[in-house]
C-alpha cells in the first residue's frame, strides 16, 4: 500500500479538528478527523502502521491509497 502522489491535504476552518482530503487524479474529497490523518501522516512519513482497517478502507476507496502495483501516471495517461 502507498500514497497516491495525487494528495492534498487543507485545514477546514469551520470545524479545526478535520481535515480536507483531496485527490487530484481522481476528485475524491474526505473530510477526515485530524486524528486520522495524523495516523495517515505518520504512515507516510515514518512507516508508522496505521490500525485502523475502516480508515485504511476508507482511504483506498477514495484513492488515497493505491496497491504498491499502481503506476498513477499510467492510470492518467489512459484516462
Known amino acids: 500500500m502507498k500514497p497516491?502522489?495525487?494528495n492534498f491535504f487543507?485545514?477546514?476552518p469551520e470545524e479545526?479538528?478535520?481535515i480536507v482530503a483531496y485527490n487530484s487524479r481522481t476528485g475524491a474529497l474526505a473530510l477526515m478527523e485530524k486524528k486520522n490523518y495524523n495516523k495517515y501522516k505518520n504512515y507516510v512519513e515514518k512507516?508508522?502502521?496505521i490500525d485502523d482497517s475502516?480508515?485504511?478502507e476508507d482511504l483506498k476507496k477514495?484513492?488515497?491509497f493505491?496497491?504498491?502495483n499502481v503506476d498513477e501516471l499510467q492510470c492518467y495517461l489512459y484516462k
Open 62 to 64: 477514495g484513492q488515497f
Open 4 to 6: 497516491s502522489r495525487y
Open 16 to 18: 479545526p479538528e478535520k
Open 47 to 49: 512507516g508508522i502502521s
Open 66 to 68: 493505491l496497491d504498491d
Open 54 to 56: 475502516k480508515l485504511i
Open 10 to 12: 487543507f485545514d477546514f
